[in-house]
Each structure stands twice: as structure tokens, then as C-alpha cells.
């Protein structure tokens, strides 16, 4: 009878043991999910008018809040809730932001700002509040500047505001140097022009009288490399931002050279010369000097670019039979294949965060602007049209800009820009056709 | 085997049919003369209203006071009576399809640029706090500190903004709390409420009855205790309760959450939730979880997030933290957190579709965000 009773124990802890180890598997600890799907929308933000703190300040206030709005909406991650939704109106930049008012109208960011000006002076002060959780962005910060620089207030206010939500770097304080083109397809006049970002305060650098090509930026932004036909041929010139004075950089006869790039120092310049029928790729200084030939094939080798590091450059070959990508250390030496697609990959453009390279694809009678990792993995189309071509980064690296030239006889080129993930496709306005363009760093 | 089809009657089975012939024999015969012996049931009483009979006159002088219903037929509107909706017209200028700008004109003679002001606009920004107010521009210029070598030329913008003073804007809800009253050396003496005494007795206890309680007799004194030998003996072994094995194996398989629940332990007790209820929740956060704003860097961060939910099924926002990151920098870390906590919190302002009954089990929530299909590939 005893062992029955112990026979019995054991099956009946054996059976419901598990049970009870099952059930205290189940969960333990808090309630664990993973989300891996979410969603991809514009921010809604809200940038009510900037205050003005004296009458003087009153155009301008709205002026420098439109720049804002603009800024932010056109870089594609937000979304303005209209100031009619509004229900809390900003009076006073020091006024206590009632958090739920925003949250009311589900605005997730909310820029707050003052504009004064004294004299021809103009402060513009500016604070970002996360609504959702009930605290300032940051801190708040001020600029002072004169009244004519108002725009380039505007931006820095919009670069700070994104790069706070974000996380990425700023680009809106930023220039564009680029070719601007009238007239029809076979009588072009081009000249080198150059204007804010977003299309603003366009001004012209050269005349018509000769076609310009391939304007570059420096690092520090206050020269460009570009080549003209001034002379007949090809020939690369440096111009002076600020003074629009320019000095022919090779004048070597017998040679062709075009398609210059600085390098990362702002000293070293590296570009292509053709020399009894070979184009190879060269370096020198920017001040003159000695050149040092960094290919060396019957092919022709151009459009060459540095990496951020200064330490390899990526450049545009036909040695495989058609036009492919290669990547090469700065001093030369062995080039290495990094596209290997269908159809033809020029135009390379190293990132200026050094994590990707735009190109130019042409295949099937389309044109692309593409970007891949430096290893020439990761290939992604992020444009497809008649004809795309010329990439230039953004400072921050995350938008690109490009042209586009629509088809037929009277086709003409306009500046289009795009996000690295190949949302936000938007045409940057110039007054004229436009071309070639090229971002410049960050001003100062 | 079967069933008779009869009746037995006084020996004689009388089918099935003659029982039936003589029922309804006798039903018909009823209703033909059934009628002579009952008697017919009173008609139901009318109740009668008395009226009062008025003339025609009269009747009209009613209706002239009584006040007028006028219904009127609903009109009756035939479909093409129907107003066709308005249609806003486009405008009549055409708009240029967006990726073909407007045609450039013909140039005129494009002469040299006139030595244009190509530098950016003569500002030099200097970036400081409102507080103390911005200083005359002398004062500005006397601030910069020239260089030693050369005089460099001022920033038109300055590179780095200052920082504000610390915001002062806040909310305007001020959070009272509770009064309480402050402390004394002396420990309070707790109140205690306390019921009314119980009555000594219920029952009314007489003299007669006091002195059967009275000891009898007085008790005797003790003898003298004996000297007894300290003898170490062993502790009384602690007497077995008869317990049935089987029943101590029931109660210790079953009683282990209990037992559990007493003691504090991370594993929350009630049921279970189920795998929908998981989904759910995890639905509703992927569709708050907008990363359309995060930098390709934070797109790369995966955080776990945890805190804590009210039983109205809504986060509690000061609870929210950042439990692990891997990947990204410290501040795509911040971004990726700042994301998913918006996520939270946005999607918590109605209150999680969590099941009521299951508090104990999301009461504490970690979330992982990662956004590996989300990223930029």
C-alpha cells in the first residue's frame, strides 16, 4: 500500500512539474515585444510666426519663419501643420509653451523664435520644444548678423532645429555653384552662376562668351575649379568667390585638361589631362607646380574624386571596355574595380561622411543617379529619367543634387535634388536652364 | 417483436379504428347538440362613455380656437431638379509639368558679371546670450579678441551659436503637492478607532448565583517539590502530522505560483497573455513608430526601451528609459531612444489595446525597436 502511494506521488509530481515549469516560462519579467515595422512619414511640426520684439522686426519676422518652414519642409523628414490649426498663439519668445495645445494638433516639434532689429542689425532668437515630452529641445540659441544676412539666419536656425531631431549634420547654410545655360540645344550659352541652396540669391561669376564646364567647390568654399573653352580648348581655371577674379591653373600646351576636384586639404587638385590621345589622371597644387600622373592606361580615365580622408580617389574608367568605376590610393597605384552592374557608371562622387559613392548609370536607353558603398556593394537607383547625371552631395551627406535634361529639340536643364533613400525628389528653382551643379561646404 | 395494436376490453380487444370511430362519433355528435345544454356565455360588457352632443356651431367655434397642424407634402423632387455639384473649375493658366522648367528666354548680350557682391551678405553674426540684452555693435567688436598675427577677417556668419540662457518658458501647470504635516520629535500616538466596550456580561448575574462560582473549599498548599535529577533529555521530536503523500504532492505541484506570488518575484501572476494580445500591442506601436524623420545612422541603432503602464492602459511617460542600444553613436543612440519614445508615447494617449484583466502581466513593458527593415539597405 506504502509503495503505492509513493508510486502514485512520483507520477502525479512528474506530470504536473512540467506544467508548473511551463507556466513560469511563459512570461517572466515585464511584457518583452519587438516592433521592426514602423512607419515612414514627414514630422509634423509647427513654427508658428516669429515674434516681433519691435516694429522695425515685423516683415522681417515672418520673412525669416517662411525661410524656416520652407527649409524643413523641403529637406523631406517634416511636415508643417498650417498655422490656421494652431490654438495656442506664440505673443512673447519667453511666454510658457502650453504643451498641450500642441499636442492637440499632434505637432511633434515645435519652433518657437523672436526676431528685433536695430538699426541694420537684426537678433533672431529661436528654441525647439519636443511637445511629447514636455521639455525644450536643447537650448535655445541666438544669432546676430545684419539685416541683408536675415536668410542665412533662417537657415542656420532651420540647421540647428533638423540636426537636433534628426541626428543628421546641417546643410541649408550652403551654396550651390553651377552652370546656368539658356538658349536651344545647339547654340547653348553657359555660365557659372551660383546661389543659395535652395535656389536664392542666384549671381553670375562668368559671362557667356565661352563654355564653362565642371564647376567645383573648395573645402573652404571660397574657390572653385571649373574648366573653360576660353582658349579653344579645354583648360581648368581657379576663381575666387569673393572677387570673381579667376588665373588659368595648367596652361601646358598640347594638352587638354578638364575635370578638376580638391582634394580634402584644399591644396592638392586632382583632374584629367589628355596628352596625344590618352586621358590619365593627374594631380598638383592648387598654386601651381608640378604634376604627378596617377594613371597610367591607354584607357581614358576621368571624372576623378576624393575620399573625405583624403586617402584613395574614385574615378571613371573605360580599361574594362566601357565605362566602370575604380578606386585608387591618392599617390596611384593599383586601381580596383567597384561597379560591376549591367550598363555604364561615371561621374563618381565620394560622400562627403565617406560612406558612399554617387554615380551616373546609364543602361537601357535611361539615366540614373545611384549611390553604393565604397566597396562598390549596395548599389541602389535613386533617380530614372531621359537624362540624369552630375551628382553632388549635400554637406551633411544625406541629399543629393543632380541634373536633369528633359528630351527633344527643346530640352532643356534643370537642378534637381533627392534624399540618400531616394524620397524627396524636388526641382531646385533657377531662373534659367541649370547644370552641372556642385554644393559647397557648409559656410562659415 | 411488437406492440399489441389493441386494447384489451372485458377480454375482447377492440382495435385501434373502432376507438377512433367512436370518438369522433361522439365529438360530432356534441357539437350538433351539445349547444342545447349549455348556456350561451354573456356577451362582453360595452362600456359606454357618456358624450355630450354639441352643435355644428359650436364645432367650429372648436376648431377656430384649436391651434393649426398644417403638414405639408414633403416635395417631391424629380432627379433632374437636382442641382449638379459644383465643379471648381481649373484655372485657365496651365500648370507646367514639374519636371520641365519654363522656357528659358533668349539671352540677351550676357556681359561680365559687373564685379557682383558674390561674397555672402556683410553680416558678421555674433552669437550670444539674450540675457544680458545684445550689447552696441562697438561693444560687439571690442569683444572679439583680435589675433596676434594679423587681423582676421570677421565671420560674416559666426560657425558656432551661442547657447541661450536655460529656457524659461514651462508649463504653466503648477504641481501641488500634497500638504503633510511636518514632522515632530515626538512620535505620534496613533489613533486607533476603537468599537464601544463590550458589555461585561449579558446576562444578569445574581448573589445566588455568584457564590456557586465561589471556590468551595480552599485549595491545599503544594508539598514541597522533590529534588529531581537533571537528566539532559533530547528535544521531543516534533510530532508528524499525518499528511497523505499524495495530498502534500498535490498542494506542492499547485500551490507553486501561489507560493511564488507572495514572495516578490519579477514574474508577474494572472493569466497568461495570449499571442493576439502580443500582437496587438505590437501593432499599434509599429504604426506610431514613424522613423521617416531618424538620421541613416540611428536608422542603424536597435534600442530596447522599457516602462511602466497605469492600469487605464496608458505609459507612464517619467517611467520611460533606455534599457540597451547596440550599433550607432551616441547620438544616433539618442535619436533612435527619442523615436521610440515618441512612438510610446503617442500611441499610449488613448491607452494600449491590452486586456484589462491581465494588469499584472503588462504593468512593465519592454519594447525593442529595431528598425532592420525599416534602414536604408
Known sequence: ?444 | MGFPHGIALGGNKISGTAISGLGHAALIGWVLVGGMFMRPTPSRVETVANVALISADQFSALQSIAPKTVIEPPEVQSPTSEEAPKVVAPADTPVAPADRPAPTPEPSVEKAPEKPDLTPPQTEVVVQSPEPPAPPLNEELAVIKPEETAPRPVDRVAPVPSALSVPEARDDVVKREATVAAPSDAPATPIEESTAPKAANTKIVTEAERVKIAPERSVRPKSRPKPTKVVAKPAPKPEKPAVDPLQAALSEALSGEATKAETPSPRPSGPPLTASDKEGLRVAVSNCWNVGSLSTDAQRVVVVIGFSVGRDTRPKNETIRLISSTGGSGVSVNQAFETGRRAIIICGRKGFPLPDDKFEQWRDIEITFNPERMRIK
Open chain 1, 1 to 444: 500500500m506504502k509503495m503505492r502511494l509513493i508510486a502514485r506521488t512520483l507520477i502525479l509530481a512528474l506530470t504536473l512539474g512540467p506544467l508548473n515549469l511551463t507556466t513560469a516560462q511563459a512570461q517572466t519579467g515585464p511584457l518583452r515585444i519587438e516592433v521592426t515595422d514602423g512607419v515612414i512619414e514627414p514630422l509634423p511640426i509647427a513654427v508658428p510666426t516669429f515674434v516681433a520684439e519691435n516694429a522695425a522686426a515685423a516683415q522681417l519676422a515672418e520673412e525669416i519663419s517662411r525661410v524656416v518652414v520652407a527649409d524643413l519642409v523641403g529637406s523631406g523628414l517634416f511636415r508643417e501643420i498650417p498655422r490656421e490649426a494652431h490654438i495656442a498663439k506664440i505673443t512673447s519668445f519667453d511666454a510658457a509653451v502650453r504643451y498641450a495645445d500642441w499636442k492637440a494638433i499632434n505637432a511633434q516639434g515645435l519652433v518657437t523664435g523672436a526676431v528685433s532689429v536695430q538699426g541694420k542689425r537684426v537678433i533672431v532668437k529661436f528654441r525647439l520644444f519636443d511637445v511629447f515630452s514636455d521639455k525644450p529641445l536643447g537650448d535655445g540659441l541666438q544669432f546676430t548678423g545684419s539685416t541683408d544676412a536675415w536668410r542665412r539666419m533662417a537657415h542656420k536656425v532651420s540647421d540647428a532645429a533638423y540636426g537636433r531631431i534628426t541626428g543628421e549634420g546641417p546643410y541649408f547654410d550652403s551654396r550651390v555653384v553651377f552652370v546656368s545655360e539658356s538658349g536651344p540645344k545647339d547654340l547653348r550659352q553657359k555660365r557659372l552662376a551660383i546661389m543659395d541652396y535652395d535656389g536664392a540669391n542666384v549671381q553670375y561669376l562668368t559671362d557667356s562668351t565661352s563654355i564653362v564646364l565642371g564647376p567645383r567647390f573648395s573645402p573652404t568654399g571660397d574657390r572653385v575649379l571649373y574648366t573653360s573653352y576660353e582658349s579653344g580648348s579645354p583648360r581648368i581655371y581657379a576663381l575666387d568667390v569673393a572677387s570673381a577674379s579667376r588665373r588659368v591653373l595648367n596652361n601646358q600646351a598640347a594638352t587638354l585638361s578638364f575635370s578638376p576636384r580638391f582634394g580634402p586639404d584644399g591644396d592638392a587638385v586632382v583632374f584629367s589631362l589628355a596628352k596625344a590621345g590618352n586621358t590619365d589622371i593627374y594631380t598638383m597644387s592648387v598654386r601651381g607646380g608640378a604634376q604627378t600622373r596617377l594613371t597610367s592606361s591607354p584607357s581614358i580615365d576621368t571624372d576623378p574624386s576624393y575620399s573625405p580622408d583624403g586617402s584613395q580617389i574614385v574615378f571613371e574608367s573605360d580599361r574594362s571596355g566601357n565605362q566602370q568605376i575604380y578606386v585608387m590610393p591618392a599617390g596611384g597605384g593599383e586601381p580596383k574595380r567597384i561597379s560591376f552592374g549591367a550598363g555604364r557608371y561615371g561621374t563618381p562622387v565620394w560622400s562627403p561622411r565617406g560612406d558612399y559613392i554617387a554615380f551616373t548609370k546609364q543602361n537601357k536607353g535611361r539615366f540614373h543617379i545611384g549611390v553604393m558603398r565604397v566597396d562598390g556593394s549596395e548599389e541602389r537607383l535613386l533617380t530614372s529619367s531621359f537624362l540624369d547625371e552630375g551628382p553632388t552631395w549635400a554637406p551633411n551627406g544625406r541629399v543629393i543634387m543632380f541634373s536633369r535634361e528633359t528630351s527633344g529639340a527643346t530640352g532643356t536643364s534643370s537642378l534637381y535634388s533627392v534624399d540618400l533613400t531616394g524620397r524627396n525628389l524636388k526641382r531646385v528653382p533657377t531662373p534659367l536652364g541649370a547644370s552641372d551643379p556642385a554644393w559647397s561646404p557648409l559656410q562659415k
